[in-house]
């Protein structure tokens, strides 16, 4: 903006001042400006960075920074952490009725799958004989949902018993609670 001279300043005023009030504007801006010990504003590299205008859309492309949909998104964060093998294997867990049957299901529950082996859980011995029958059938149906060679064996246990090794009057080698027991 360029300074007007002192005749065109003059013009259209009363008593030295404009009507318009652009000199009181002037002043005031000189004097916040450069007021008694106060330099004048040099420029910084932060004045620059404050300026630079980041975009908010990504453009015509697909981007990180564009909304995402949670099956992608998702796909993507399980990938990265390599969860896919436990969560296929959480999820077949969850549909164990589904798998073997609902009869065998109340009556077994795996419990881990440590490398290719499975290990079942059943509530009397009869059923794990039964289930060590059923065990090339449940294989392939596992290897079918988590994919091939996933579960190789399957560990079958019996319900869990009791310990005859309580209380102070144990002996070592014994049968059983001596109490009634002969």
Known sequence: MRDETPEEATEGT???????????????????????????????SGDAFRRRVVPKSSG???DDRDPQLIDSAMSRMISQHG????????????????????????????E???ETRLVVRTDSTAWATQLKLLAPTIVKRLNVELGDGIVTVIDIQGPHLPNWKKGRFTTRDGRGPRDTYG
């Not at 001042?17 to 004048?40: I, M, N, Q």
């Not at 969860?83 to 529950?109: I, K, M, N, P, Y």
């Open 112 to 114: 881990t799958l440590a």
């Open 14 to 44: 009363t008593e030295g001042h404009r009507d318009d009030g652009l000199d009181y504007a002037r002043s005031a801006r000189k004097a916040a400006g450069s007021g008694p010990g106060k330099a004048p504003r040099r420029k910084t």
């Open 60 to 62: 015509a492309h697909p």
């Open 83 to 110: 969860w896919e093998l436990d969560l296929r294997v959480q999820a077949v867990f969850g549909r164990w009725a589904e798998l073997v049957g609902d009869e065998v299901a109340s009556h077994c529950t795996p």
